[in-house]
């Protein structure tokens, strides 16, 4: 016979003390993870609390209500913004085929040669206007709609600069376009939470592979004109309302780069003295002492008129020539400037889905402010 056999309360009494100390160290373990888990929460917290208390201002409910004002004020802000810069995006990339495209490739350079032409410009030899990749070889399918997109800008662009008559466009060079070399933009990467976010393709950049919200098409430009004629390409070329030019290095250099001499200045006619004349070679410069006045402007002669003797003839005043009309301008003459520009053709792709997201963030922002009416 066994022990438990013979002693069966005491091997009863050690089964259940056993059995209810399992489940107390169990519940023991399982608590003590809850009390851990509360205690992180508890400290996380508290240092959120320490670090409001160090805000300025301190977040008192006066304090909340100034600071969703302002927070107001900036979505106010970010939708002016938004509104004004989408209206350079276009409503939809027109696709073409690579005959469609070099089409209206060909119509943009005869256009834009005779808008030169006319002007006086003179052009480099063999100008394309940027496109000289395609005389010859054809535009891939998938690049035609933002080629022709950029084509279409720098035909406007071209066409403000054939305006003001420049006297030579030097050079045009585009920068090529990753679909140009056959990279396919992929749509962006949804991000998750516990999603990784797509990696791109070998020889891609994020950019590239995910595709953007807007996409730059780097163009340089450089050209030769006047004073007047370049400020007036750019204050057009800045105040597009049609397309988004970003402008990212200007270089403006005299045409000449010797100082001028007296031969190059260019005096009228009308007052240029005589040989021997009375005034020594002085006419037309204001500034010096006349005879018979003083340094104070005070007259030195005390001679009196006659009786009977006629009055004085009065000349008149002469006229008050603008700084610089006289010398400056007459030295320095009509130099051309020479102009190279460094700007981007922005392309905003993202349109629709812009437009809503600016929709879910407003009514994002009703629906709380009715929750927190309500509460």
Known sequence: MSWIQENTFVAGLVGVTAVVGGAFLFFGFSQGGAYNEKLEQFEELKSQYAQLEKQKPYPTSGHL???????????EMIDEVRSKV?????????????????????????ELRAAFTKAGTELPDGCLFGFENYEVDSARMNATAKLNYELEAIKWLLNQLAEVKPVSLNNIRRVELPEESGVVVQPEPVKGKGKKARRPKPGQSSGEAFGRVYEMMPVELSFTANEDAVRSFI?????????????????????????????????????????????????????????????????????????????????????????????????????????????????????????????????????????????
């Open 65 to 75: 209500a100034a600071r969703e004002e302002g927070v107001e004020a900036y979505d």
């Open 86 to 110: 989408l209206k350079f995006a276009p409503a939809k990339l027109e696709k073409m085929t690579p005959d469609q495209f070099r089409d209206v490739r060909v119509q943009m350079g005869e």
């Open 235 to 375: 204050s057009e070329m800045v105040n597009s309302e049609k397309y988004y030019f970003a402008i990212r290095g200007a270089r403006f250099r005299n045409e000449r780069q010797t100082p001028p001499t007296h031969q190059d200045a260019n005096f009228p006619a009308d007052i240029i003295p005589a040989a021997g004349g009375a005034d020594g070679g002085f006419a037309g410069f204001e500034g010096f002492i006349d005879d018979g006045e003083s340094a104070l402007g005070e007259e030195d002669s005390t001679e009196v008129a006659e009786d009977g003797a006629e009055d004085p003839v009065v000349q008149p005043a002469k006229p008050v020539v603008p700084a610089g009309e006289l010398i400056l301008k007459q030295v320095l003459g009509s130099e051309n400037i020479q102009v190279h520009l460094c700007f981007d053709v922005i392309l905003l792709t993202k349109k629709e889905e812009a437009e809503s997201s600016k929709g879910k963030g407003k009514k994002a922002t009703e629906d709380s402010s009715d929750d927190s009416s309500d509460s």
